[in-house]
């Protein structure tokens, strides 16, 4: 037996929207009849403005490849930002850093230069 997918939110917004819009349905009528809550429906999202933040564990990691995201999130708050660890951690994961680097630099620097003979 094979479900079907449910439609996410966004998609039951922008329904609720044409709805609206091309069959001159009521909000609360349309809501009801893609089974959202009106409250819902009027969501809008907030803009995260993490450019500063993105910009100082570019800083960090280019500056000291070997450390992680502690190191990166005290001394962040040594600086005087006050982002707690959650936030730091989810741009963190973002900008994928969470990778091994000095993994990577050893594999670049012990190997470049078996790469060039091939």
């Given at each position: ?91 963190y994961t973002a900008l ?23």
């Amino acid at each position: 037996m094979l479900l079907k997918k449910t439609l996410t939110p966004d998609k039951k917004s922008s329904l609720v929207n044409h709805m609206i819009t091309e069959h001159k349905v009521s909000h609360r009528q349309a809501c009801k009849a893609v089974h959202i809550s009106s409250s819902t429906q009027r969501y809008k999202k907030k803009q995260r403005k993490d450019d500063l933040l993105i910009t100082l564990l570019q800083e960090l990691v280019e500056k000291y490849p070997a450390i992680g995201f502690w190191q990166c999130y005290f001394r962040i708050r040594r600086m005087g930002h006050q982002w707690n660890h959650k936030r730091l951690y989810r741009v963190y994961t973002a900008l994928k850093l969470n990778i091994r680097r000095m993994y990577i630099l050893f594999m670049l620097t012990h190997y470049s230069g078996m790469l060039t003979h091939l």
